[in-house]
Structures are given as structure tokens and as C-alpha cells.
């Protein structure tokens, strides 16, 4: 793998853990907002994605250039879009879990692209910890979604 196509991989990480970290924070303010069950879940996450996004820097800029330091055009857009859905309809449990469910789905994605590459072994061992840590989140917000579905369906 050249250096260039490490540090877009990298950087496409940095951007996808940028989205979640700004999707999270959302959802706590919206949590904080109508119920704090959920607020302080939210919260660390984003904290979480915040450190990803950090260590990942690092490696980039151990590798001589300068990282990502924006989230992707399409989260930017997917937020705007989810705020104006939430202006006319409003937000509830259901939406707010669903949002970062979405997002948690994205990050799944992200990194499987990243670990199908030939990451240099010190690199993929981050990168594979940090989509451990993606993964247990995305089931633990899916089964918080259940819960709210099954409750709601009932």
C-alpha cells in the first residue's frame, strides 16, 4: 500500500469519526432536551469518537502529512437534513436512536472498507480496536432502538 492511499484511508476514518462525533453530540442535546436517559450514552460516545479521531491524526501526522480536519460533505448534509425533519415533525426517542444507529452504520462501513486494505500491521491494530469499539456501540444503540420500537409498537 503507498503512503497516499494510508493517509486517504485514514483520513476518510478521521471524517466518518468526525460525522459521528457531531451526530452523538446531537443526539445528546436533543436527549437533554426530552429525556436525559439517553444524554449521557450520547455523550460518551462523541467524547469516544472524539479520542478516534485524535489518534488517527496522530497517525497521520506520524506518517509526514496533515490530516482531515472536517467531517464529510454527506454527514454535514444528513444532519442539516435531520434538524429541518425535526423542526416540522418533531423528535422523539425513536428518531433520535434511529439517527445514530444510521451513523453507527456509516462508521461499520467506514472501517470495513479500511481493514479490507493492506494496512501496515501497527496501523491495522488501531484501526481493527477502534472498529471493536464501533461495533459494540452500533449493538448497543440497535438494542436501545428495539426497546423504543417494542415499546412504541405496544
Known amino acids: 500500500m503507498t503512503n497516499d492511499h494510508l493517509i486517504s484511508a485514514l483520513n476518510d476514518l478521521i471524517q466518518i469519526s468526525k460525522d459521528g462525533e457531531k451526530g452523538f453530540r446531537t443526539c445528546a442535546e436533543d436527549a437533554e432536551q426530552r429525556d436525559a436517559r439517553y444524554q449521557e450514552m450520547f455523550m460518551a460516545r462523541a467524547a469516544e469518537y472524539g479520542q478516534v479521531v485524535l489518534e488517527l491524526q496522530d497517525l497521520v501526522h506520524r506518517l509526514g502529512r496533515e490530516p482531515a480536519n472536517h467531517s464529510t460533505f454527506g454527514g454535514t448534509l444528513h444532519r442539516q437534513w435531520v434538524a429541518l425533519k425535526a423542526a416540522l415533525m418533531g423528535r422523539d426517542d425513536e428518531t433520535v436512536l434511529s439517527e445514530c444507529e444510521r451513523c453507527e452504520d456509516a462508521a461499520i462501513h467506514a472501517y470495513r472498507q479500511a481493514l479490507s486494505l493492506d ?16 461495533l459494540a456501540n452500533h449493538d448497543k444503540v440497535r438494542g436501545l432502538h428495539n426497546q423504543v420500537r417494542r415499546r412504541n409498537a405496544a
Open 119 to 134: 494496512l501496515p500491521n501497527d496501523v491495522r491494530l488501531i484501526v481493527e480496536r477502534q472498529y471493536q469499539g464501533v
